[in-house]
C-alpha cells in the first residue's frame, strides 16, 4: 500500500539541529571524534533541589492525569515567577502548562489564525515559528535581523510588513540562532505596532533568564498588552531540564482556555511530577543560585567563543548579549554556509548548523551553541581554524567587530 499524504504535511519544516546531531552520533559510532556544537542544549545537569522534587513528586503519587492546563500548585508557581520577574500581575487562570514550549506556539497558531492571514516573524529566527505557520495555511511575513545592527529588528522595516491581512507578531529575546536582544525602544515600538494594527504578539522569552549584563524587557509588561500578549517560556534552558518538557504560555483568559482545550485534544496534560518539580525550579533560592552560576559560565564561554572566531581568518562574529548561541559571518572564508557546515563536521569533526537552517537570512553564517565545556570549545575553535586555515578556498582579511 502506497500512504498518501496530507499536502499539508509537505508545508512542515524540520529543525536542522536534530538532523545534525543524528548525523554526528553515525559518525561517532562509526569511531569518529565530533565536538559537538550543534545542539540547544546545556550540558549542566539539572540541579538536584529540582531533581529530588521531581523524585519526590513521583513518590507520592504524581504518576497520573493533571488538568489540562496544569496543576494549580504548579500555574500559581508559574503565575508568581512572572510576577516577580517581570514586574506585571499575572494570574495562574492565565496560564497553561504544555509539555514543551512548541505548543504554545502551535496552539496559539490553532486557535488565531486562519488561512491566509499573515504572521511577521524574525529571519533569522527559530525554525519552528515558519514552519508551523506554513503548516496551518498562514503566510510568513518575515522581518530581516541583521549583524550590524546586532541582530535587532529594522523597526522601519517592521512596520512596513504589516498589511490588513497581518493577525500576529512572533518576536524572541534573547534570540536562537544570534544571541540577539531587544532593547525597551525595540519592544515598545512592538507593542505601540500592535496597539495601532490590532496585532496579537506571540512572545518567545525561552532564554529571558540567560543574558549577559543586559535587563531582560518584556511585551508582557508594558502599558495594555496584557490583553494582547502570549508569552512563550520554559523550563528547558534555564534550568537544564530539556528533557523533563515543561514550557508554559502566560495568556488572556479566553485565549488561555482555547490552549486548554487544545492541550485536552492532543497531550491532555504535562507529565505530573515535572510540574511538581517546576514548582521548586521557580520557587526555590538554590534553584535562583544554580541559575545565576550556570549564567556566569555560559558568559565565560561566550567570550572564549567569540574571541576565537575572530581570530580565524575570513570569520567574524559579534557578542550576543543573551541565549547561548554565537552567529559568525564566514562568507570571507570563501565557502557557502551549508558547504562549510558539512566539512566541518566529516572532515573536521566539529559540528555546527549552517545560518540557512534558520531562514534565507543566515546565508553566509553558521550557529555555534556554547553549551559545551571551555576545553570541548578551544577544540572546536583549533579544528575550525585548522580547518578553515588549510582549505578556504578564498581567505580574505576580515576586521574584528566592536565587542
Same mark, same amino acid.
Given at each position: 500500500? @502506497? ?48 531533581? !529530588? ?19 494549580? !500548585? ?26 514543551? @514550549? ?57 512596520? @512596513? ?124 533560592? !538554590? ?111 576580515? @576586521?574584528?567587530?566592536?565587542?
Amino acid at each position: 500500500m @502506497s500512504i498518501r499524504f496530507a499536502e499539508r504535511m509537505s508545508r512542515l519544516g524540520t529543525e536542522s539541529a536534530f538532523e545534525v546531531l543524528a548525523k554526528a552520533r553515525r559518525l561517532e559510532a562509526e569511531g569518529k571524534q565530533i565536538v559537538h556544537l550543534e545542539i540547544g542544549e546545556p550540558d549542566f545537569a539539572t540541579p538536584d533541589n529540582i531533581v !529530588e522534587a521531581g523524585i519526590s513528586a513521583m513518590q507520592n503519587g504524581y504518576t497520573h492525569y493533571t488538568p489540562a492546563s496544569g496543576i494549580l !500548585e504548579a500555574r500559581q508557581a508559574v503565575a508568581g515567577f512572572v510576577t516577580r520577574t517581570l514586574n506585571t500581575e499575572v494570574d495562574a487562570a492565565e496560564v497553561v502548562l504544555v509539555p514543551g @514550549s512548541k505548543n504554545v506556539l502551535l496552539f496559539t497558531l490553532l486557535a488565531c489564525i486562519e488561512p491566509g492571514d499573515e504572521v511577521i516573524l524574525p529571519d533569522p529566527g527559530y525554525p519552528a515559528y515558519a514552519s508551523q505557520v506554513n503548516f496551518i495555511g498562514g503566510v510568513p511575513k518575515v522581518v530581516t535581523l541583521r549583524e550590524e545592527t546586532g541582530f535587532r529588528m529594522d523597526l522601519d522595516e517592521l512596520a @512596513s510588513l504589516v498589511t490588513p491581512k497581518t493577525r500576529m507578531l512572533i518576536i524572541n529575546t534573547p534570540q536562537n540562532p544570534t544571541g540577539g536582544v531587544l532593547t525597551e525602544e525595540d519592544v515598545r515600538f512592538v507593542c505601540e505596532l500592535a496597539h495601532k494594527h490590532d496585532l496579537l504578539v506571540v512572545s518567545d522569552e525561552i532564554y529571558s533568564q540567560l543574558v549577559y549584563g543586559f535587563h531582560h524587557v518584556s511585551p508582557l509588561s508594558q502599558p495594555g498588552m496584557r490583553e494582547r500578549t502570549v508569552l512563550m517560556d520554559g523550563l528547558s534552558k534555564s534550568y537544564a531540564m530539556t528533557g523533563w518538557r515543561l514550557g508554559y504560555a502566560v495568556a488572556p483568559r479566553a485565549l488561555a482556555a482555547k490552549l486548554d482545550q487544545l492541550m485536552i485534544n492532543s497531550s491532555s496534560c504535562a507529565a505530573g511530577f515535572t510540574q511538581m518539580a517546576a514548582i521548586e525550579a521557580l520557587s526555590a533560592p !538554590e534553584s535562583a543560585h544554580a541559575v545565576k552560576r550556570m549564567v556566569r559560565v555560559f558568559e565565560r564561554r561566550r567570550d572564549l567563543v567569540v574571541d576565537g572566531i575572530n581570530d580565524i581568518p575570513g570569520m567574524r562574529c559579534t557578542r550576543p548579549q543573551g541565549a547561548f548561541y554565537a552567529f559568525p559571518n564566514i562568507e570571507g572564508t570563501g565557502f557557502g554556509e551549508r558547504e562549510l557546515a558539512d566539512k566541518l563536521l566529516t572532515e573536521a569533526g566539529v559540528a555546527v548548523l549552517p545560518g540557512t537552517a534558520f531562514g534565507e537570512a543566515g546565508k553566509g553564517y553558521i550557529r555555534i551553541a556554547y553549551t559545551q565545556s571551555e576545553d570541548e570549545l578551544s577544540r572546536g575553535l583549533e579544528r575550525i581554524r585548522e580547518f578553515v586555515t588549510a582549505h578556504s578556498p578564498d581567505v580574505k582579511g576580515h @576586521s574584528r567587530p566592536s565587542p
